[in-house]
């Protein structure tokens, strides 16, 4: 089983360059099924949700070739089957988007439903509710969603709660769809407009992305397209958390700003520095940081995604902190495990959390219980004294690309390892 070993209490210092948005890249990937003819689709992540999507395009037809490490060519004409296997739903939940497209462009789809997973119950009622108002008949059987329409048409759609999910899958479906669709009351994460874009170079015709309401023209066919993801949001976000909590200097290179904005005011609220430039990011740590409050909202609000990573940032400040999580309600599971390693994190009310800074950190053995989680622990570890291993990092290769070496060239003193031989080595290697 991999791990990842680290000896804390170097500062990050250097340049890294960030990669292209999951999130983005999730819905586009999907999205591209919605045309015969040939999608490139450039800055793709290399991280194992990415890889299962593209393994799950294959399996019912369509044709992928990499042409390198982060760019895919997608042809979709080949497709056989609108039926998606479970094994994809259980490896990753995006692979509802294939509802959204696959009816969007055969008018039928079959989908097992997404389990819960470590942060919540996640249901998909919002998008069902979705391409139900687009005259799709909807049922749960067997554990899959299966849709199914004659006609897809426009419809005013109120969304009851923001969501990412249900508002890229149903933008997708009405992307097809005959006359105008409205959805109100959608999510406007950055990866939310970059799939609109994305559909919009297929030919599709929609507008309002990034605002409360987004207006869709149905069209006949979309034709294919040459795209390059947005980068990452969220890793962007972590490595800017990596640098304050190591009292380092970091600047990350391929990102935009403006996305990061929630997360550069926080950490320039706790005592750090951070320069924005057009493409970069430029974060330095202070000695004496200091508490602040966050309170995770939609977009343009803080992210839920970088909800562990501050708060571990926050463990290390001066002051007692508060965290309230309002979008998930069961994203605090890894303060028991930042507890080993002396954080002083309390829950209480299940969605707010007490931070009270400490002194330092010291390194344990500790568990990834979900992505973002496991990257907060991962640089909780880099700012704590001694050796920490966290273990289940393959939640952490879903979304981080080769993140170990990323953090090694800002001179963190850490390591992929799969047995404890190899951890025996980096530590008589680390001293
Ligand atoms: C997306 O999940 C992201 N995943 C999540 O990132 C992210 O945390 C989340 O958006 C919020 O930003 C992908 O994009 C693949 P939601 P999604 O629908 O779309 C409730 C990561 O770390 N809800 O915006 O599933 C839901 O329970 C992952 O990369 C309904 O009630 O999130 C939640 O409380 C973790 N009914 C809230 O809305 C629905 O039909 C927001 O969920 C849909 C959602």
Do not use: W
Not at 67 to 77: F, G, L, Q, S
Not at 84 to 104: H, K, N, P, Q, V
Not at 217 to 244: K, S
């Amino acid at each position: 089983m991999e791990q990842y070993i680290m000896k804390g209490g170097n500062p990050l210092v250097g340049d890294v360059a960030i990669g292209g948005a999951k999130n983005a890249a999730l819905g586009i990937l999907a999205a591209s099924l919605m045309t015969d003819e040939d999608v490139l689709i450039e800055n793709l992540p290399d991280v194992n949700d990415i890889n299962v999507m593209l393994e799950a395009i294959q399996a019912i037809g369509a044709s992928v070739k990499r042409v390198d490490r982060h760019t895919v060519k997608i042809n979709a004409e080949g497709i056989s089957d609108v039926s998606i296997e479970d094994e994809y739903m259980r490896r990753i939940r995006a692979s509802y988007y294939f509802i959204g497209a696959l009816l969007g462009k055969y008018k039928s789809a079959r989908v097992p439903l997404p389990g819960g997973c470590n942060i919540g119950s996640r249901p998909i009622d919002l998008h069902l509710k979705g391409f139900r108002a687009l005259g799709a008949k909807v049922e749960i059987e067997r554990g899959a969603v299966s849709a199914h329409a004659i006609d897809l048409v426009g419809s005013h759609i109120y969304l009851d709660k923001v969501s990412v999910g249900a508002t890229i899958n149903i933008m997708m479906a009405a992307a097809l769809a005959e006359g105008q669709t409205i959805i109100e009351n959608v999510a406007k994460e950055p990866h939310v407009v970059d799939v609109a874009n994305f559909l919009n170079s297929m030919g599709a015709s929609i507008r309002g992305a990034g605002t409360d309401v987004i207006r869709i023209r149905g069209v006949r066919r979309l034709h294919g397209t040459e795209y390059a993801v947005i980068p990452d949001q969220i890793e962007a976000g972590t490595f800017m958390c990596a640098a304050a909590v190591t009292r380092g200097d970091v600047t990350l290179r391929n990102v935009i700003p403006k996305h990061l904005e929630s997360i550069s005011a926080k950490l320039r609220e706790i005592g750090c520095e951070v320069s924005e430039f057009d493409d970069a990011v430029r974060v330095v740590g202070r000695a004496h940081q200091t508490r602040t409050n966050v309170n995770t909202q939609v977009y343009p609000g803080f992210p839920t995604d970088l909800q562990p990573q501050i708060t571990v940032t926050l463990a290390l400040a001066e002051g007692t902190s508060i965290v309230t999580e309002s979008i998930f309600e069961n994203r605090f599971k890894y303060v028991d495990e930042l507890s080993r390693m002396g954080g002083a994190v309390k829950v209480v009310e299940g969605n707010v959390a007490i931070v009270t800074g400490v002194e330092k950190l010291t390194g344990a053995q500790v568990s990834a219980p979900d992505l973002r989680a496991g990257a907060a622990l991962v640089i909780a570890g880099l700012a704590a004294e001694g050796y920490t291993v966290v273990d289940d990092i393959e939640y952490i290769q879903r979304g981080y690309e080769n993140f170990e070496k990323k953090l090694a060239s800002l001179g963190a003193m850490i390591e992929k390892v799969d047995s404890e031989k190899a951890a025996r080595k980096f530590q008589l290697k680390a001293g």
